[in-house]
């Protein structure tokens, strides 16, 4: 009765962590969404910021992702100036 009782209890926690696994895969595999005009991010933390790398200035495609206010992770991309326009006369 020990066995069975012990086999079942490892049987559900081998699911259980499986099912966390399963979930934290899907998070990454998401696409950012693009960023509306009014659209609310409600940014608690900014985790990571990143932008295609040109030496020219034009507008390019850049993400950022966040923490919100709910501690839910998320991804936005936008359009932006490239840094290059920094640097410009």
């Known amino acids: 009765m020990k066995l069975r009782t012990f086999m079942l209890g490892g049987a559900l926690a081998l699911a259980a962590v499986s099912?966390?696994?399963q979930a934290?895969?899907?998070s990454t595999d998401a696409k950012p969404v693009p960023?509306?005009?009014g659209m609310p991010l409600n940014i608690?933390?900014?985790l990571a910021m990143n932008e295609t790398q040109t030496?020219?200035?034009k507008v390019i495609k850049a993400d950022i992702k966040?923490?919100?206010k709910a501690g839910k992770v998320e991804d936005v991309s936008y359009r932006k100036m490239s840094e290059a326009c920094d640097f410009q006369n």
């Open 19 to 21: 099912g966390l696994a």
């Open 35 to 37: 960023y509306q005009y």
């Open 55 to 57: 030496d020219e200035c």
């Open 24 to 26: 934290d895969d899907h």
């Open 66 to 68: 966040f923490l919100d």
């Open 44 to 46: 608690a933390k900014v």
